[in-house]
């Protein structure tokens, strides 16, 4: 039994389109989600940033440490909240 030619670019056509629909729904998902990920990893940066700059207050207030201690360790919290933010964005 032969399709004839119009039938079968009929239900090739139909694949086609029916495929593009899927991919473009499965792009629109990755999309979403790479976007959460860039929130959550820029909620977790500020809040580390806002901390580290109360443990600094803290630490310079208290003299616990000289001002480039201080310094010092907010930077180091700083990064550490970078990497945390990496992790969860990668």
Do not use: W
């Amino acid at each position: 039994m032969r399709i004839p030619k119009s039938r079968f670019s009929l239900i090739t056509q139909s694949a086609l389109v029916a495929a593009s629909f899927l991919l473009m729904a499965g792009l629109g998902y990755a999309a979403t989600n790479n976007a959460s990920e860039r929130r959550d990893a820029r909620d977790t940066k500020q809040t580390t940033r806002q901390d580290s700059r109360e443990a600094k207050q803290d630490c310079r207030a208290a003299d616990q440490k000289n001002n480039a201690s201080c310094r010092q360790e907010h930077r180091d919290n700083k990064q550490d909240g970078r990497k945390e933010a990496r992790d969860i964005k990668y």
